[in-house]
């Protein structure tokens, strides 16, 4: 079982940016496949991005262009960085780790991300 702990939510005006980060409690991402996912109230979760231990990355179309999902191995983290941020974009965003093939998959605590004027 991993530990995820986001940081780096929080309240910024419409075209604004913000990087959050997912730091997992060991070195997995050789491993793991990383994925942001967000929950507007009232909605259901959704997958925003996705990054394989091959490197390869996957963005939901509502982000891509705008948003880039990547690790840093050394110090254990995968960061969000958002760009552009749109008012839809509000949501708490949560880091999951993953192993598919296993049945393996954690989640992290969530982070609220606000665009708002």
């Known amino acids: 079982q991993v530990q995820l702990v986001e940081s780096g939510g929080g309240l910024v005006q419409p075209g604004g940016s913000l990087r959050l980060s997912c730091a997992a409690s060991?070195?997995?991402?050789?491993?793991?496949?990383m994925s942001w996912y967000r929950q507007a109230p009232g909605k259901a979760r959704e997958l925003v991005a996705t990054?394989?231990?091959?490197?390869?990355?996957n963005y939901a179309d509502s982000v891509k262009g705008r948003f880039t999902i990547s690790t840093d191995n050394s110090k254990n983290t995968v960061y969000l960085q958002m760009n552009s941020l749109k008012p839809e974009d509000t949501a708490v965003y949560y880091c999951?780790?993953?192993?598919?093939?296993?049945?393996?998959?954690?989640w992290g605590q969530g982070t609220q991300v606000t665009v708002s004027s």
């Open positions: 990054i394989a231990s091959s490197g390869s990355t």
């Open positions: 060991r070195s997995i991402f050789s491993i793991y496949r």
């Open positions: 999951n780790a993953g192993v598919p093939c296993a049945g393996r998959t954690d």
